[in-house]
């Protein structure tokens, strides 16, 4: 069964701060997405990594995949308080079924 | 721009009620999907449509759950007999290929 994980769950930072979050999987799998979601929204999808070595940038944010060690991270660079949201992973099985991390609750303080 | 659409945004219903959510999909798109979340917890796979067809369902798409394409647009998840443990935000998404699924709103339900 594909596993999932995120980490950390949970993260406070200060605007101007850098950090990253991690996603791990268990199992063999070319496409990988972040999503972000705000309380009580929907999932917007943030960047959609299809291969190993990708590397997306948007705005503040950065994802990458190494498909090698089953491994992704979304890069915060100079945060601000708008990126304040849950970021999730979701790892695509063969089927086309999505399988997601537990999220990251960000939260970037002044 | 194209989007999902989900309704009821919220629905509140008894326990052992039956529930029908609806949604709309985006027009070409060709895969269909329910997830739900529980509020503040993960998102979970509930189930995935192809061809007409369910083509996977998770463990907690059991035998009270249903999904349907009853007339080419719409894209339903029934819910036979509601219990409290179903309250959760429930959604829809559709994808054209083996690309980016596309979310909906999602609907929430509260069973009392």
């Known amino acids: 069964e594909l596993k999932v994980e995120q980490n950390p769950l949970f993260l406070s930072m200060q605007e101007g701060k850098n950090y990253t979050i991690y996603c791990n999987y268990s199992?063999?799998?070319?496409?990988l997405y972040w999503y972000r979601q705000d309380p009580g929204k929907s999932l917007e999808s943030l960047f959609v990594l299809l291969s190993n070595g990708a590397v997306k940038q948007e705005g503040r944010l950065m994802a990458s995949l190494d498909t090698k060690a089953r491994l992704s991270t979304l890069h915060i660079t100079a945060a601000v308080h708008d990126l304040s949201a849950t970021y999730f992973c979701a790892v695509a099985l063969f089927n086309n079924d999505m399988r997601f991390g537990a999220g990251t609750r960000l939260t970037v303080k002044p | 721009e194209p989007e999902v659409t989900q309704t009821p945004s919220h629905q509140v219903t008894q326990m052992g009620q039956e529930v029908i959510l609806r949604c709309v999909p985006i027009s070409n798109h060709l895969y269909f999907y329910w997830y739900r979340q529980i509020l503040g917890q993960k998102v979970e796979f509930l189930v995935s449509?192809?061809?007409?067809?369910?083509?996977?369902k998770s463990e907690i798409f059991d035998d009270q759950f249903s999904v349907e394409r009853p007339d080419g647009s719409n894209f339903t998840l029934k819910i036979r007999s509601t219990k409290l443990e179903d309250s959760a935000m429930y959604f829809c998404?559709?994808?054209?290929?083996?690309?980016?699924?596309?979310f909906g709103e999602g609907s929430r339900l509260t069973v009392l």
């Open positions: 449509f192809y061809n007409n067809e369910i083509s996977e």
């Open positions: 199992t063999t799998s070319d496409r």
């Open positions: 998404a559709s994808s054209l290929d083996a690309g980016e699924l596309f």
